[in-house]
């Protein structure tokens, strides 16, 4: 069983940035491959980045390829989304999952056996 609790998000103007963190408690952090999604008001759900378990396999969904960068801190059972350049139609709520480590890309959120509670990004135009 893991726990995710995302914090940072925030109001920021567009062209800002802000740093999202999810901490994980629970064993084996190390062990599970972490995403990040988001959703809008309206919208599904949609994957933004995933980071495999030792961060050999990174990915990104093409929109926010060159702004955005996942990490993350097995240490501190931590994983982050470092967003840059950020525009109106980042806004939404962010979300952390967790999944079992396969070291493989997944992008969709049946994918992911747990969630935290999101945190909400506004930006401002």
């Known amino acids: 069983q893991v726990q995710l609790v995302e914090f940072g998000g925030g109001l920021v103007q567009a062209g800002g940035s802000l740093k999202l963190s999810c901490a994980a408690s629970?064993?084996?952090?190390?062990?599970?491959?972490m995403g990040w999604f988001r959703q809008a008001p309206g919208k599904e759900r949609e994957f933004v980045a995933m980071?495999?378990?030792?961060?050999?396999?990174?990915d990104y969904i093409d929109s926010v390829k060159g702004r955005f960068t996942i990490s993350r801190d097995n240490a501190k059972s931590t994983v982050y989304l470092r967003m840059n350049s950020l525009k109106p139609e980042d806004m939404a709520v962010y979300y952390c999952?967790?999944?079992?480590?396969?070291?493989?890309?997944?992008?969709?959120?049946?994918?992911?056996?747990?969630w935290g509670q999101g945190t909400q990004v506004t930006v401002s135009s």
């Open positions: 629970g064993r084996s952090f190390s062990s599970y491959d």
């Open positions: 980071i495999s378990g030792t961060g050999g396999i990174i």
């Open positions: 999952a967790a999944k079992r480590e396969v070291a493989a890309i997944y992008r969709l959120p049946g994918d992911y056996d747990y």
